[in-house]
Antibody, heavy 121, light 110 residues
């Protein structure tokens, strides 16, 4: 399993950003996909999930209305569109898959290296 | 979607045992047997060490054990080793494809 997040950079408050998670090594369309972020030196925060065929999506309250998760199964890619960015969105953003077969799994076994988003105050 | 509550830090001498608590609610830990634990060393991605409350992935030593009672989960590290010094996070499924993480605990080996 290989996960490569990209698209993070320094962005001014109020601007937008689109993160990408490129995947390989597993059956992408058998897996739900998730974004988890981590403020430097702080804890982990789940922020968004999308099921295998995009008909179920969930967001954390902290980002609801400002972010949109999507996926392209043909390209085995996951996206996170982030709008109206705030300084508190500054974090390392990870993607992670969870298998949806036979009842599914509910833990994050695989992680990428993350992509850093910085929104100055 | 409040975070799960963990102690900020715990410490122990080599070979001792430490236990980390993870307090949630009836909407997360109390409602689902889908608690997982992650170990994170500095500048590294989190590593899964426990899933489904008490199961260990292949390769994780049996020094790591976990359980759940009501709305609280616990992780115990027995026979503490220097490499166990890290941050530990609990996580619970909370329904509707949502998850909640714990606040994190730093384990220090004295």
């Amino acid at each position: 399993v290989h996960l490569v997040e990209s698209g993070g950079h320094l962005v001014e408050p109020g601007r937008s950003l689109r993160l990408l998670c490129a995947t390989s090594g597993f059956d992408f369309d058998d897996h739900a996909m998730h974004w988890v972020r981590q403020v430097p030196g702080k804890g982990l925060e789940w922020i968004a999930s999308i099921n295998w065929n995009s008909d179920t999506i969930a967001y954390a309250d902290s980002v609801k209305g400002r972010v949109s998760i999507s996926r392209d199964n043909a390209k085995k890619s996951l996206f996170l569109q982030m709008n109206n960015l705030r300084p508190e969105d500054t974090a390392l953003y990870y993607c992670s898959p969870t298998w949806e077969g036979s009842g599914g799994v509910y833990y994050f076994e695989y992680w990428g290296q993350g992509t850093q988003v910085t929104v100055p105050s | 979607q409040s975070g799960l509550t963990q102690p900020r830090s715990v410490s122990g001498s080599p070979e001792q045992s430490v236990t980390i608590s993870c307090s949630g609610s009836s909407s997360d830990i109390g409602d689902y047997d889908y608690v997982s634990w992650y170990q994170q060393h500095p500048d590294r991605a989190p590593k899964l060490i426990i899933y489904d409350v008490s199961k260990r992935p292949s390769g994780v030593p049996d020094r790591f054990s976990a359980s759940k009672s009501g709305n609280t989960a616990s992780l115990t590290i027995s026979g503490l080793q220097a490499d166990d010094e890290a941050d530990y996070f609990c996580c619970s499924y909370a329904g509707g494809y949502s998850y909640v993480f714990g606040t994190g605990t730093t384990v220090t080996v004295l």
